[in-house]
């Protein structure tokens, strides 16, 4: 859907509001989607990742400063 067309927003929003299963099958893919992006699994990898980052950006440094 063009989200510059009125009349195709107003079209959606429509069917949306006269069929029941597809709300319902929209809300489940929004949910689905929205729990592999921002869940709490992929926060948690995500930020372990940064620490993991950051520690070894300090190994290098330390090991460039003890190596001089």
């Known amino acids: 859907m063009d989200g ?4 195709a927003f107003a079209s ?32 948690v990898r995500a930020t372990w990742a940064i620490y993991r980052k950051a520690l070894a950006d300090r190994r290098t440094i330390d090991n460039r400063v003890t190596a001089s």
């Open 4 to 7: 510059n067309d009125p009349q």
């Open 12 to 43: 959606a929003l429509e069917r949306l509001a006269t069929d029941a299963h597809q709300r319902i099958a929209q809300g489940q893919a929004a949910r689905a989607h929205w729990e592999a992006q921002y869940g709490l699994d992929p926060m």
